[in-house]
C-alpha cells in the first residue's frame, strides 16, 4: 500500500532507531534529560528563539501558546482553516476560557489589514483581542506558504496592538524548503512557534515549542497540568534531534513529489480540479457525478490510501517513505482511477 493519507504515517528508519537507542536520558521533569535539552537548544536557536519544550503533540504547543498567552474571556484571530479552531476540540475553550475570531479565506493566509479590522474595541461587554494565530503551512487549505513580507506586517501589527503572535509551524519546514524565505528570516517575527517532529521531518512521536526564556518557564509548568511531563523521553527526543538534523533538507523532494501527483491527477478524466500546490499537500475535487467514497475505495483496490476532505474533495500528503518506485505507481493510478 502506497500511503498519502498523511505525513504521520512515516516509521523510523535504522539510523534514527540507533540515535534513540544510544540516546542519553534523565529524568525531564526535573530537567535533566540532555538529549531533550539539546533538541529543545537547537530547535530554538534555530528559530532565533531563547528556549524550547519538548511536548507529546503539536496540538498540546498549539493549546500550553494559547492558555500562556491569554487570559479568560480574551478573543484569539485566526483563520477559518485553522488547525487550533478545526482540529483540536475546540480545547481553547474549555483550557483557557477564551473565544475564536475567525477570518475565513481561501488560501488560509491572513493579512494585517484583515486582523486589524477585527481587533475588538474597548467596551465592557466585547471580548479583549490578545493573540493571533497563523498556521504556515497552512494544512486545510492544501499546504499553502505565507510570504515573509506577510509575516513581517502581521507581526508589526501584534506588536503596534500588544497581541501575541503565535505560529503553528507544524509544517514549518515545507515552507522553509520552497526557498522563498530561511529560518533565520523568522526570528524576531513571533512570541511562541509550534513545530511538528512527526510530520515531514519523519519522528515518530514529538512537537517542539519556541519562545522567550519567560515564555518557556510558563509553558513547562503548563505542560505538566496538561499531564505531559515526561521522565527517560530522551529516547522519543533523540529521534526528533535526529530528524532534525537529518530530514529538514529533503522535504524538497515531498514538495517536488506532490507536484507530479497533481500534473498526473490533471490527466485524470475524474477530477474537476486540482488546488494550486505550493508544499506537501494536494487537495483535489473529483466530479460531482462520482462518489468520494467510491472514488477512494478504487484507489486502494489500487494500492493507494488518500482520505476524503468532504465536498468530492480528497487530499493526498506526500512524505519520506514514499520513494521513487511507488511514485511511479502511484502517478500510474491516479491517471486512470
Ligand atoms: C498535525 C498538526 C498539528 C498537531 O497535530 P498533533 O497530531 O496534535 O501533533 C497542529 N497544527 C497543524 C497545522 C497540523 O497539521
Redesign the pocket.
Known sequence: MIDFRSD?VTKPSKQMLDAMMNAVVGDDVFNEDPTVKELQDHTAKLFGMEAGLFCP????C?QIAIKAHTQPLDEIICDGYS?IYNYENGMWAMASGVSLRLINTDDGIINAQQVEAQIQPDHDWLPETSMVVI?NTC?RAGGTVYPLKTMQALSESCKANKLKFHL?G??VFNALATGKYEAKDLHGLFDSI?I?L??GLGAPIG?VLIGSNAFIKKARKLRKAFGGGMRQVGLIAAAGLYAIKNNANRVVIDNENALKLGAALTQSNSVEYVRPIETNIVIYKIKDSLDDADYIEQLKQKGIIAISFGGNMVRLVTHLNIDDAMMEKAMDVLKIV
Open positions: 504521520t503533540s503539536g496540538t498540546m498549539n488547525h498556521e494544512n503553528d507544524a509544517r509550534s511538528c512527526s510530520k512537537s
